[in-house]
């Protein structure tokens, strides 16, 4: 839209105020130059009205954990058919893993996907750089070069850096550069194998497991040393209760510390995989019903910071396979919203706090302008229907990849309009 326009009549939620009301905003050349409370001020004859219907208008969502395919295996996904599938989930700002064909582990492979992107001109992208070499494990990337590329973060994706010399090292030159590092917390000794959470449904269907102890263990010396190096630690996608109690305890310590969850993670539990559902096979997998209360619990107190859709697509002869051979992971960008407006509707946290999980909190870690509803700040925005009722079809999803862990779920809450940057990216 070239002229300035407005949206009026909206349900206007902004996590950084705590606003959550009757409402509207004004957008010109693609940023808020107003908020108002109640009913509508008197506009001008050049602004073009949209009225809201009384539906949410909120920040855009940013996800801070997306894979996809390109460069290497575009056959999973492209950076242009996951922003098509962000842009429909309400997602204005994805950070991509490095672990594509060549690994995101020097300047030149930051400066492609910012290129891809751009050209694609879709939502926002932010590549993740490689911690590791070809994400080995053992030599240390570029890390500084990459920040200055513009990576947003350094990890080592699904794959733990076991070497704690080496993790040690790469905290410690991080920290001189202000780059956070996110690491999955698990033991590889006690995972290697495994296809499900150790438990009796594991057990009772036969499938190699990993217990819960193994993401604790890990991340009990995480927290260790970034307490030494006093680096930017981001723990990715924690899964168990036992987890939870560690985390507790580096945030009590003062350690520079934050949490992410799955939206899988707070939506199902082991008993979902069923009768060996390959789609509801994922990494970390699914844990029993207890840890997805303790999960929820978290982040309604937040203890956990964000909710990521933990992207991952994978094709259908990935996984139609036995179980313990099928790959894991699962498509989420966009399924993110309606299952997380889940626990609105369930009334276990209020909509403003629920919607700062994935956008405000992320937005501040990674010191993005975007995530709130203010004046000056980008119009990355979503008008979305709360009510709308949804039965989840893997196969209209957008993603190349049909994977979902959601697929065949009931949920609510339907994107009805995304802007990034005062464009129209999705409906309208």
Do not use: H, M, N, Q
């Given at each position: 839209m070239t002229r300035p326009f407005a949206f009026t009549h909206v349900r206007l939620v902004d996590p950084e105020s705590g606003y959550d009301g009757p409402g509207g905003v004004i957008i010109r050349d693609g940023v808020i130059t107003d908020v108002f409370r109640g009913a509508p001020p008197a506009l001008s004859?050049?602004?073009q009205v949209i009225d809201g219907l009384g539906q949410m208008l909120c920040p855009g969502l940013i996800d801070l954990r997306?894979?996809?395919?390109?460069?290497?295996?575009?056959?999973?996904?492209?950076?242009?058919?996951a922003s098509r599938a962000a842009a429909a989930g309400g997602v204005t700002s994805i950070v991509v893993q490095p672990d594509t064909n060549p690994v995101v582990d020097e300047p030149a492979m930051v400066d492609f996907i910012l290129r891809r992107a751009r050209d694609i001109e879709l939502v926002h992208v932010y590549p993740a750089g490689a911690a590791t070499r070809d994400l080995g494990g053992q030599e240390m990337a570029e890390i500084g070069l990459m920040k200055d590329a513009g990576a947003v973060y350094i990890t080592d994706g699904d794959r733990p850096i076991v070497d704690s010399k080496v993790f040690r090292r790469i905290l410690t030159y991080a920290s001189g550069f202000g780059m956070m590092v996110a690491h999955r917390p698990v033991d590889p000794w006690l995972a290697k194998g495994s296809a499900v959470h150790a438990s009796e449904f594991a057990g009772r269907y036969g499938l190699p497991s990993v217990p819960a102890i193994a993401e604790r263990i890990m991340l009990e010396r995480d927290l260790a040393i970034a307490e030494v190096t006093r680096a930017r630690l981001l723990v990715d996608q924690l899964s168990s209760a036992d987890a939870l109690e560690s985390l507790?305890?580096?945030?009590?310590?003062g350690i520079n510390v934050v949490a992410s969850v799955s939206i899988n993670h707070l939506s199902f539990n082991e008993l979902d995989v069923g009768d060996y559902r390959t789609f509801a096979k994922l990494d970390p997998p699914l844990r029993a019903e207890d840890d997805r209360q303790a999960l929820i619990e978290a982040l309604a107190t937040g203890l956990v910071d964000i909710?990521?859709?933990a992207h991952a697509p994978e094709p259908a002869e990935s996984k139609r396979l036995p179980f313990d051979e099928a790959a894991p992971g699962s498509v989420g960008l966009e399924t993110l919203?309606?299952?997380l407006l889940s626990l609105f509707h369930d009334g276990r946290m209020p909509l403003t706090e629920l919607i700062a999980t994935v956008t405000l909190k992320p937005a501040n870690l990674l010191g993005l302008k975007a995530g709130r509803i203010?004046?000056?700040a980008p119009a990355d925005l979503i008008l979305v229907d709360l009510g709308a009722p949804r039965l989840i079809d893997a196969d209209k999803l957008l993603s190349k990849s049909k994977n979902s862990a959601f697929d065949g779920r009931r949920l609510q809450g339907e994107v009805r309009m995304t802007l990034v940057d005062g464009r129209v990216v999705f409906g309208g």
């Open positions: 004859p050049d602004i997306v894979k996809t395919g390109e460069p290497g295996s575009e056959t999973k996904e492209t950076l242009k058919s507790a305890r580096g945030k009590a310590k909710v990521v859709s919203l309606p299952g203010a004046v000056g």
